[in-house]
């Protein structure tokens, strides 16, 4: 499915997210992260897990959290390589971002990575 913007060239594409199981999430369908990634999956594959921890949501083009695209199924960054890939990338060669979703049970540092 996609969502066409009032530009012409310009389509809206549904990714689905990653999901991080580290021990700081919080459980099961207590996990925001968890709802979130069972409410947007388009093939109905996923299902929680009461004893998982569901940590973080992540959408981007990450090689430790893998997206792919909802529609085809192919990884978001494959979608990337493709002609209309390359064309919402515009003059960059990746996304230049890494969006999260955070669930947290336990107490975290926080971290910054302005490098990056």
């Given amino acids: 499915m996609s969502v066409q913007s009032s530009s012409s060239s310009s ?8 999901i991080q199981n580290y021990a700081w999430g919080k459980m099961g369908s207590t996990s925001k992260v968890a709802l979130l990634a069972k409410e947007g999956d388009h093939t109905g594959s996923f299902k929680i897990d009461e004893s998982k921890p569901y940590a973080e949501l992540w959408m981007g083009d990450h090689p430790n959290g893998v997206c792919h695209m909802a529609e085809g199924g192919e990884t978001i960054h494959a979608w990337l390589a493709t002609t209309e890939g390359k064309e919402f990338l515009g003059s960059v060669k990746q996304l230049p971002y890494l969006f999260k979703v955070l669930s947290i049970r336990l107490a975290l540092s926080i971290q910054s990575h302005p490098d990056k």
């Fill in 11 to 18: 389509t809206l594409r549904l990714v689905e997210p990653a």
